[in-house]
């Protein structure tokens, strides 16, 4: 039987490039002088704070923008709230989020027999969905399938087996 696997996985070597670039951006960008604005890369959570909402809104937008150059896709980036900070600064932080929770793959797993493909099985295998089916093209009209649906969290597909 041929199969393949359904994960959700971020390249940390990316993120952290991208954290740099945007840190290096900051620095030597003139409407962030005397903002105090940073970008810092935590265990698995990046940190941003800034004068001002407004400064921090942009230093946010360049982060982004640092990430997606990286091909770091902006669904494994979740932004909590601003949070208001000692002396009047501004902080957020940003958690990345890897692997596939039980309910998103209940969800996928869900998605695909919703699709109504004859002999397309998936088994959750902890962070991780495998979908098998006999005949290859049914994979690759499944692949397709959840390319174009709008899932909340980044997916690739791995371990493709004839």
């Known amino acids: 039987?041929?199969?393949?696997?359904?994960?959700?996985e971020i390249d940390n070597q990316e993120v952290r490039n991208a954290v740099d670039q945007a840190a290096r951006e900051v620095s030597t960008r003139f409407d962030f002088k005397g903002t105090d604005s940073r970008v810092e890369l935590g265990d698995g959570e990046i940190r941003l704070s800034s004068a001002t909402e407004d400064r921090l809104a942009a230093l946010r937008?360049?982060?982004e923008e640092k990430l997606?150059?990286?091909?770091?896709?902006?669904?494994?980036?979740?932004?909590?709230?601003v949070e208001e900070a000692s002396g009047g600064t501004a902080r957020q932080v940003?958690?990345?989020k890897a692997g596939i929770s039980s309910d998103d793959a209940r969800a996928i797993n869900k998605f695909v027999k919703g699709l109504g493909l004859k002999g397309v099985q998936t088994q959750t295998q902890g962070d991780r969905v495998r979908v098998t089916a006999k005949k290859r093209d049914l994979l690759q009209q499944v692949i397709s399938e959840l390319k174009g649906a709008d899932?909340?969290?980044?997916?690739?597909?791995?371990?493709?087996?004839d």
Not at 68 to 81: C, E, I, P, Q, W
Not at 151 to 161: A, G, S
Request: glycine share 2%; net charge positive; proline share 3%.
């Open 68 to 81: 997606v150059r990286r091909k770091v896709s902006l669904k494994a980036v979740d932004f909590g709230r």
């Open 1 to 8: 039987m041929a199969s393949f696997d359904v994960v959700s």
């Open 61 to 63: 937008q360049v982060l």
């Open 94 to 96: 940003a958690t990345l």
């Open 151 to 161: 899932m909340d969290l980044p997916l690739q597909f791995i371990n493709f087996r």
